[in-house]
């Protein structure tokens, strides 16, 4: 088993991210995020990074977004975020790019939600993101580093 950072996941071709998430028969796409926001301490290395460091996960999550194979996040977005950090404003740039991400893979919406949530725990909310974009991209679970598997729906007998 190797020890891949949680940047080393390598985003499949453009073709084939469609396929990279790939439903359950009979199921469409999730509607939510597949992470609770508290679960936030796995990986460890990206909880490091998104606490002393998140506008390298914020550029990491924008160059994921983008198709980029390798996302260092060291970019424009990483130094956008950087500045707004410093001026205190950067939850929201975080809000907007959780509305759109939402937005562009049909999950369910809640402008006040998504607000309270990047001013509240931005850490939390960027590791959240990213092992979002994660699984959607690659198909892979960050957290365990093999293919991700969604948990089972709900049954009633």
Not at 22 to 29: E, K, V
Not at 134 to 156: E, F
Request: charged share 20%.
């Amino acid at each position: 088993m190797s020890s891949q950072a949680p940047s080393d996941y390598a985003v499949k071709p453009e073709h084939q991210q469609a396929h990279a998430y790939p439903p359950q028969a009979g199921h469409s796409l999730p509607a939510k995020f597949q992470f609770g926001l508290f679960d936030c301490f796995s990986p460890i290395g990206t909880c490091c990074l998104a606490t002393w460091c998140p506008c390298v996960v914020y550029g990491r999550i924008k160059e994921r977004e983008e198709g980029v194979r390798d996302p260092s996040g060291m970019n424009g977005q990483c130094a956008l975020h950087g500045v707004l950090l410093c001026c205190g404003v950067s939850w929201i740039l975080q809000f907007v790019n959780r509305m759109s991400m939402r937005e562009k893979h049909g999950m369910e919406s809640n402008g006040f939600g998504d607000c309270c949530t990047a001013f509240c725990c931005p850490c939390c909310e960027l590791i959240q993101e990213d092992k979002e974009m994660v699984v959607r991209h690659t198909g892979m679970d960050p957290k365990t580093k093999q293919a991700y598997v969604p948990p089972p729906s709900m049954s009633y007998p």
